[in-house]
């Protein structure tokens, strides 16, 4: 019993973890989805597959379509939430970074709720990565083509 209630709550708890290490760069950048929106994206999206993969017989036909169908359903709820974060302000797209941002929190929570958790974790640090290091690299390019 304590081996399957590790293999529920540790995807999920993972999840939230480092979708919050995201949202903490996030909320240091001073952008409006911070720690808590990052956290939650990422361990809703573990929590979904969790939740489908103890929803039937492993071994059934069906199991894996079921649970391939719960993954479709995550990337298109979060793709309706990613839409409404970007806006066009003055002829200016903005918050598609951000959308960016929880299109990938939602991924590195899928991985971690099938419990593939070097690829979240992997994916987090190039996340983390593409938000800091990427960030100087972009504003490097700008100043050279103006």
Same mark, same amino acid.
């Given at each position: 019993? =304590?081996? =399957?209630?590790?293999?529920?709550?540790?995807?999920?708890?993972?999840?939230?973890?480092?979708?919050?290490?995201?949202?903490?760069?996030?909320?240091?950048?001073?952008?409006? $989805?911070?720690?808590?929106?990052?956290?939650?994206?990422?361990?809703?999206?573990?929590?979904?597959?969790?939740?489908? !993969?103890?929803?039937?017989?492993?071994?059934?036909?069906?199991?894996?379509?079921?649970?391939? !169908?719960?993954?479709? $359903?995550?990337?298109?709820?979060?793709?309706?939430?990613?839409?409404?974060?970007?806006?066009?302000?003055?002829?200016?797209?903005?918050?598609? @970074? @951000?959308?960016?941002?929880?299109?990938?929190? $939602?991924?590195?929570?899928?991985?971690?709720?099938? =419990?593939?958790?070097?690829?979240?974790?992997? @994916?987090?640090?190039? @996340?983390?990565?593409?938000?800091?290091?990427?960030?100087?690299?972009? !504003?490097?390019?700008?100043?050279?083509?103006?």
């Amino acid at each position: 019993m =304590e081996l =399957e209630l590790l293999q529920t709550i540790l995807p999920v708890a993972i999840a939230l973890l480092l979708g919050m290490l995201i949202g903490v760069e996030r909320s240091l950048a001073h952008k409006t $989805a911070g720690l808590r929106t990052y956290g939650l994206v990422a361990m809703g999206s573990a929590l979904f597959i969790v939740v489908a !993969r103890m929803g039937g017989d492993p071994d059934a036909v069906q199991y894996a379509d079921s649970v391939m !169908r719960i993954t479709a $359903a995550v990337v298109t709820g979060i793709g309706f939430l990613c839409a409404g974060a970007i806006i066009l302000r003055d002829k200016i797209v903005v918050g598609l @970074t @951000t959308a960016a941002g929880l299109w990938i929190a $939602a991924g590195i929570g899928v991985a971690a709720g099938f =419990e593939l958790y070097a690829l979240a974790v992997l @994916t987090t640090l190039l @996340t983390l990565l593409t938000f800091t290091i990427f960030w100087y690299l972009e !504003r490097g390019v700008q100043e050279i083509a103006e």
